[in-house]
C-alpha cells in the first residue's frame, strides 16, 4: 500500500472585510488521497495541524469572519499608500 503524500508550502495573505486588517500567514500543506481516491488537504502551522485557513479563518483584531484571501505580496496594494 502506498500513500502518497506531498507536502508543499503556500503562504496567503488575508484581509478582514469589517476593519480592514490584514496580515499573512504561511501553511504546510500536506495531500493525502484516501481509499476513495479523494484527496484530503491538511494545514499545518509550525508541525502542528489548523483549520484550513481557506474555510475556517477569523480576524483577529474584530473577531471577525468576513475574510478576503489574497495571493502573497498583494496586502500592500490593498492598502493604497504611496511613501
Ligand atoms: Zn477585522
Known amino acids: 500500500m502506498t500513500m502518497k503524500a506531498e507536502s508543499i508550502h503556500e503562504a496567503y495573505s488575508f484581509v478582514c472585510l469589517r476593519c480592514g486588517h490584514a496580515w499573512e500567514g ?12 479523494r484527496v484530503h488537504a491538511d494545514y499545518y502551522v509550525h508541525s502542528l495541524k489548523v483549520p484550513s485557513p ?15 484571501i489574497l495571493r502573497p505580496g498583494r496586502v500592500r496594494s490593498a492598502s493604497p499608500r504611496s511613501d
Open 54 to 68: 481557506l474555510t475556517a479563518n477569523r480576524c483577529r483584531v474584530c473577531r471577525g469572519s468576513r475574510i478576503r
Open 26 to 37: 504561511a501553511y504546510e500543506i500536506r495531500h493525502s488521497v484516501d481509499g476513495q481516491g
